[in-house]
């Protein structure tokens, strides 16, 4: 898989969340396997995610969204140096107001966006994903937290209960079918019915 290092190294050094290159290793794979061509990506970051999908499947766009205007801003510049905004659509905008207002609908969805949330995007994300659509949804494991490896801090109790709700939610919908990977930080794989 093709990576750009540089856009990686910065992300970390500058505390910014990205993904894992197992993770995004699994979803380029699963994007070509099943020929997804409409790809929205939920948390952009400064577009690590997004650029590697670009130059790794045979997907025909993604749409990406972010609220933080300076990671927005970062992703711009990474997105236009890979030369892929013809690929690469970034939104600056809180998820949910995407999901309620959009008339567009997915083959693939990357749900990567704040972990607490999930729970809360999931009837708006069943409604835009197409028929076998595929979605992924990050940190299932939150880093030991969910399945109690690890105590929970302080900070993280909302959110935690929350992506148990989701866990438990999307293993149990009757539009999706479901599987726990233990790929990265725990990905919840889902296909609609
Ligand atoms: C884990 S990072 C995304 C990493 C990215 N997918 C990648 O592969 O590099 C999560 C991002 O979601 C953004 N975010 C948080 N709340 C959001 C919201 N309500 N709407 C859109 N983006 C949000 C954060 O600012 C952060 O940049």
Redesign the pocket.
């Known amino acids: 898989m093709k990576i750009d290092e540089n856009i990686k190294h910065s ?1 970390i050094e500058h505390k ?4 894992m290159d197992d ?2 290793s699994f979803i380029c794979k699963t994007i070509n396997e099943n020929a997804c061509k409409s790809v929205l ?10 650029i ?1 999908i670009a130059e790794n499947t045979t997907c025909e766009f993604i749409d ?5 205007e300076t ?1 927005y801003a970062e992703a711009q510049k990474n997105v236009a140096a890979h030369k892929l905004t013809n690929k690469i659509n970034l939104h600056l ?4 107001d ?1 999901l309620k207002t959009t008339t567009k609908t997915y083959d693939f969805i ?1 749900l ?3 972990k607490g ?1 999930y729970i809360n995007y999931l009837p708006y994300i069943i409604k835009i994903l197409n028929k076998n659509g595929i979605l992924v949804a ?2 299932l494991n939150f880093h030991g937290m969910v399945t109690g490896e690890i105590p929970i801090s302080k900070g993280c109790r909302a959110m935690i209960k929350g992506l148990k709700k989701y866990i438990s939610t999307i293993t149990t919908h009757p539009k999706l079918t479901t599987q726990i990977l233990p790929i990265g930080d725990g990905l919840g794989y889902s296909i609609k019915k």
């Not at 990506?41 to 997004?50: K, P």
Request: aromatic letters at 8%; charged letters at 20%; zero cysteines.
């Open positions: 992300g910014v969340p990205i993904s993770t995004l990506e939920i948390g952009t970051a400064i577009g690590f995610g997004s590697t990406s969204l972010e609220i933080d990671r905008i809180d998820a949910m995407y990357y990567d966006g704040p949330q990050d940190n």
